[in-house]
C-alpha cells in the first residue's frame, strides 16, 4: 500500500526515495553556437517589441491566438472569433467544450504574464494556471487570509463558551492525529477524489511536479534556452496533466521569461505548429536540442511578422486619428484593434461603452485606413488587422 503525507511517498515498509529524472548530457562544444543565435534572436526581438510601444496589444494578440493554436495541436478546432466573444462575455452561441479549454489556456498565460516571473515555475504556479489555486496572491496569503482568529465564536462554535482559547486548537490537533492515526493502520481507507474513468489511477501527478520541478531547479544555472528544452522534453517524458497538453509549452515559455531573456510569453505553440519537429521520444539529447530552438525560430519569425503588422496599421489608423477632436473615441478604437484578432460593432460598442451606431461612424471615419474585413457578411461583419 502505498499513500502521500505532507508532500512524501510512503508504503508498508517506510518513506520512498522520490521520483528523480536524469538530465540529459549536453555536446555543449557543438551547440554553443546554436544557443547563442537563439538568444540574440530573442533579446532582438524583445527590445524591438519594447521600443515599438505594442507590448501589451501584441500580447493580448498573442495570448488569443496562442490559445487557439494549443488547442489545434491537441486535435480541437476553435474559432478565435469565438474566443474573443466569449472572452468578452459576449458569445454567441452556447460555449463548447472545446471553448472552454481554449479560454482555460487564455486564462493561463494571463495568469503567467500578471505574475513575477519566477511565479509560474513553482508549485503555486503550476495549481494556479490548472486553474486548482488561487490566482490573486501566493499560498502564504492565501493562508494568511484563510486564518481564523482563535477569539471568533463564529470560527470555533463547539468551543465559545470555553475560557481556553487555546482548546480549540488542540482539540483540532488531536482530531487530525486520530485520523492520521487510522489511515495509517488501515482502518480508514483515503478517499478517491478522482474518477478512474477518466484519470489514470497508475499516474502520481504529484510525484511527477516534484520532479519536474525539480529538473527547473537543477537546470537554473544552465543557458536559458538549453534549460527551457530540458524542462519542456521532462514534461512530454513525465506525461504531467494529460487532459492540458498545452501547458507544457505555456511553462517553458515562462522559463525564458523567468531567466530574463524575455519579458513575454513567446507563441511557442504557434512555433512548434509551423515548424517540421515532432518528438516521438527516440530522439537524442542533441536533436531534442535543435528541435527546441527550431520551435523557437518559427515563433520568433511569426511574432516578428505579426510586429510588422501592427506597427503598419498603427501607423494608417493614427493618421486618421490625429485629425480626430480632442474627446473622440476613436484613438481608442485604434487601440482595440491593436490588441483584439478581431473586433466586431457589438464588441466595440461594449468595451468602448458606445452605441453601436457610434462604432460605425468610427469604423466609417477610418476609411481606407480600416482593417480588412473578415466575415464579408451582412449580419455578422468583423476586422481584424491580418
Not at 543565435?37 to 496562442?66: K, N, P, V, Y
Request: hydrophobic share 45%; net charge neutral; charged share 25%.
Amino acid at each position: 500500500m502505498t499513500f502521500r503525507i505532507f508532500g512524501a511517498d510512503f508504503d508498508d515498509e517506510g518513506p520512498l526515495a522520490p521520483r528523480t529524472y536524469d538530465l540529459p548530457e549536453l555536446p555543449w562544444e557543438n551547440i554553443a553556437g546554436r544557443l547563442e543565435s537563439i538568444t540574440i534572436a530573442t533579446l532582438r526581438f524583445d527590445a524591438r517589441l519594447e521600443a515599438s510601444g505594442l507590448a501589451a496589444g501584441w500580447q493580448s494578440r498573442c495570448d488569443m491566438t496562442e490559445a487557439v493554436r494549443a488547442l489545434i495541436l491537441d486535435g480541437h478546432l476553435v474559432d478565435v472569433g469565438d474566443l474573443v466573444l466569449h472572452d468578452a462575455s459576449m458569445d454567441v452561441r452556447h460555449p463548447t467544450h472545446e471553448l472552454t479549454r481554449a479560454a482555460a489556456a487564455l486564462r493561463a498565460r494571463r495568469t503567467a504574464m500578471a505574475r513575477q516571473a519566477p511565479w509560474p515555475v513553482s508549485i503555486d504556479g503550476l495549481a494556479a494556471l490548472r486553474g486548482i489555486g488561487p490566482v490573486k496572491g501566493d499560498s502564504e496569503r492565501f493562508r494568511k487570509k484563510a486564518k481564523r482568529d482563535p477569539d471568533d465564536e463564529e470560527a470555533y462554535p463547539l468551543y465559545a463558551n470555553d475560557s481556553d482559547p487555546w482548546k480549540a486548537h488542540f482539540a483540532e490537533i488531536d482530531a487530525l492525529l486520530e485520523r492520521t492515526g487510522k489511515v495509517l493502520a488501515g482502518e480508514i481507507p483515503l478517499p478517491n477524489r478522482r474518477s478512474h474513468l477518466v484519470y489514470d489511477p497508475d499516474q502520481d501527478e504529484s510525484e511527477s511536479e516534484d520532479a519536474w520541478l525539480d529538473v527547473v531547479k537543477r537546470t537554473s544555472h544552465w543557458p536559458a534556452v538549453a534549460a527551457a528544452a530540458v524542462a519542456w522534453n521532462a514534461w512530454l517524458d513525465l506525461n504531467l496533466y494529460a487532459r492540458q497538453p498545452w501547458l507544457g509549452l505555456t511553462m517553458a515559455a515562462s522559463i525564458l521569461r523567468a531567466r530574463g531573456l524575455t519579458n513575454h510569453l513567446l507563441p511557442l505553440a504557434a512555433g512548434f505548429k509551423q515548424s517540421k519537429f515532432r518528438p516521438q521520444g527516440r530522439e537524442g539529447a542533441k536533436e531534442k536540442l535543435d528541435g527546441f530552438c527550431s520551435v523557437i525560430d518559427e515563433a520568433l519569425t511569426i511574432a516578428n511578422k505579426d510586429l510588422d503588422r501592427l506597427i503598419l496599421a498603427r501607423e494608417l489608423m493614427n493618421r486618421v486619428a490625429a485629425k480626430t477632436r480632442s474627446n473622440s473615441r476613436l484613438p481608442e478604437l485604434v487601440n482595440l484593434f491593436l490588441s483584439r484578432p478581431l473586433v466586431t460593432v457589438p464588441l466595440g460598442a461594449k468595451l468602448l461603452k458606445v452605441t453601436p451606431k457610434a462604432v460605425d461612424l468610427m469604423l466609417a471615419q477610418l476609411g481606407g485606413a480600416l482593417p480588412r474585413e473578415l466575415t464579408g457578411r451582412t449580419r455578422y461583419r468583423a476586422w481584424g488587422i491580418v
